[in-house]
């Protein structure tokens, strides 16, 4: 159930942070160099400068192809940023914030509420050892009369060694 629940969880966050990284990068690109990466004109256009002989003259063209060879590795490297996110710290941040801000205003004033053991320790040590005692199991007669029959055949054999 838990990969369930990462592989969900990758897919849905990969799908919004694509669908965000191409919105917003499309806007930066189409308002700074006007060229909309989504556009199968843009491309053609793009791609027939290099046909010309097209040739790199200013520092934005620098730029405009280094942010081109960019998004890419942009786009994989704020997904594993976005996935490492807690969001639900953040859906819950209202009622954390709620939380906080009753008990500043009536946690401070409020007589605190101390419970003490009646008991000693001594008494409660004493309490614990009669209770494990009355559990043991107690010795059978048998088991005490089997071992002194015993213990006497060991010492008649001690005795016809000598």
Do not use: C
């Amino acid at each position: 159930m838990k990969k369930v629940y990462k592989i969900f969880r990758f897919t849905l966050i990969g799908f919004v942070w694509t669908y965000l990284f191409l919105v917003l990068t499309n806007h930066i690109m189409f308002r700074l160099w006007n060229f909309n990466f989504m556009s199968f004109r843009s491309w053609n256009l793009f791609f027939g400068f290099f046909h010309t002989d097209w040739a790199l003259k200013t520092r934005d063209d620098y730029i405009f192809l280094l942010m081109l060879f960019a998004l890419p590795f942009l786009w994989i490297l704020g997904w594993l940023k976005v996935l490492k996110i807690d969001y639900l710290s953040i859906f819950l941040y209202p009622i954390n914030a709620y939380n906080h801000y009753i008990i500043n205003k009536y946690g401070h004033d409020s007589s605190r509420i101390v419970l003490k053991n009646l008991k000693s320790s001594q008494k409660m040590i004493e309490e614990i050892k009669s209770k494990i005692e009355s559990i043991r199991p107690a010795k059978t007669k048998e088991v005490s009369n089997i071992r002194a029959e015993v213990q006497k055949q060991l010492e008649k054999l001690n005795q016809s060694k000598h």
